[in-house]
């Protein structure tokens, strides 16, 4: 992540449902649903991960991972394609890409509406946020930055499984080739180098969504997450829906209704490719010196020492809302 035009605009509430929503929206007459997310679970499922190593592009633990998310999304129930792509990074290394495709199975009686979410898988290969120059260029674990959002969806899948009550169909999928943007150390200029993954998979997408939500470092401590601006330019109504199912299920807090900055993250060839609307839920720091992202991003601290389960719980239970909601 990210070709970081992050610049913090005027802090402003918006609008949250004062004058209704859209249809499948969530209005301020919403209550709680009943149905828990397990954030120990989801803590496990990014150990899991994190097991394999940094799972960074052309690796064994990168196509070890693979394997594994992808049985887990077949053991809840899922139907899997491995989207496989030669994609070109910025410094020439043909990046062996594999998006994971999960798409629930339908019958005559689900929901009508289906639903994208989304996150990045890969690790970032180079620790060039780090405040040592002596880990620059070490691969990181990418506890936060990549398996958190990966082990929140399967959480997810699984809760689906196990409850057939959802209000919309929900698919995943988990974007590859994210995180080889160009490094800070480098004298190369190319914004481009980003989201590589998820280009390829918009370019190639035949599938209809409502909307879609991509979720991008969502465990960390302390984390909260603001408005992004492409989220409100693309796809406004959603983040209202969202930030007001945030705060139906006792969540507000962690989602200020504040808006953030511009973040090139893979939200942005899904809605400008794909043509789906779609919001990026990414943790945003205002006050801290070493990056606007947390002080693990990018750096050889991103483990699951940082990770904290009530940031998972935070996140996990608000997507319970906006599936269950009635």
């Known amino acids: 992540m990210r070709n970081k035009k992050l ?16 249809k499948k929206g969530v209005s301020s007459e919403m209550t709680a649903v009943d149905i828990t997310f397990n954030a120990d679970s989801a803590y496990t499922f990014c150990a899991a991960q994190c097991a394999f190593g940094p799972r960074t592009m052309n690796s064994e633990a990168h196509e070890q991972c693979a394997q594994w998310i992808q049985q887990k999304f077949e053991q809840y129930g899922y139907q899997v394609e491995m989207q496989r792509a030669d994609l070109k990074g910025y410094d020439g290394t043909i990046l062996k890409s594999t998006n994971i495709i999960a798409s629930q ?9 289906k639903i994208l979410i989304c996150a990045h898988w890969d690790s970032r290969p180079w620790a060039d946020n780090d405040p040592d120059s002596t880990n620059w260029h070490k691969p990181i674990l990418a506890a936060n930055d990549g398996a958190s959002g990966v082990a929140v969806m399967l959480e997810l899948a699984r809760l689906l499984q196990q409850h057939d009550s959802a209000t919309v169909a929900v698919d995943f999928v988990c974007f590859d080739a994210e995180d ?51 989220s409100l330019q693309q796809a406004r109504q959603v983040v209202n829906d969202v930030w007001q199912a945030a705060a139906t299920a006792g969540y507000g807090s962690f989602f200020p209704t504040k ?50 389960r009530n940031t998972l719980q935070a996140v996990g239970q608000t997507l319970v809302q906006v599936i269950y909601q009635r």
């Not at 610049?7 to 449902?17: A, D, N, P, R």
């Not at 190369?188 to 035949?206: E, I, M, P, R, T």
């Not at 899904?270 to 606007?292: F, G, K, L, M, T």
């Open 7 to 22: 610049f913090i605009t005027l802090m402003s509430i918006l609008c949250l449902c004062a004058c209704g929503t859209s």
């Open 105 to 113: 199975k339908t019958t005559d009686n689900s929901p009508k509406t």
């Open 180 to 230: 080889w943007g160009v490094p800070q150390w480098s004298d190369v200029s190319d914004g481009d180098s980003w989201a590589l993954g998820s280009k390829y998979w918009a370019d190639h997408n035949h599938t209809t969504y409502q909307y879609g939500i991509l979720l991008d470092m969502v465990g960390g401590q302390g984390a909260k997450f603001y408005q992004e601006m492409y």
């Open 259 to 308: 808006e953030g900055g511009y973040i090139t993250d893979d939200h942005v060839p899904v809605n400008e490719n794909a043509h789906i609307p779609c919001i990026d839920i990414i943790n945003h720091y205002p006050d801290c010196p070493q990056s606007s992202f947390g002080p693990t991003w990018h750096t050889v601290n991103d483990d699951m020492q940082h990770l904290d």
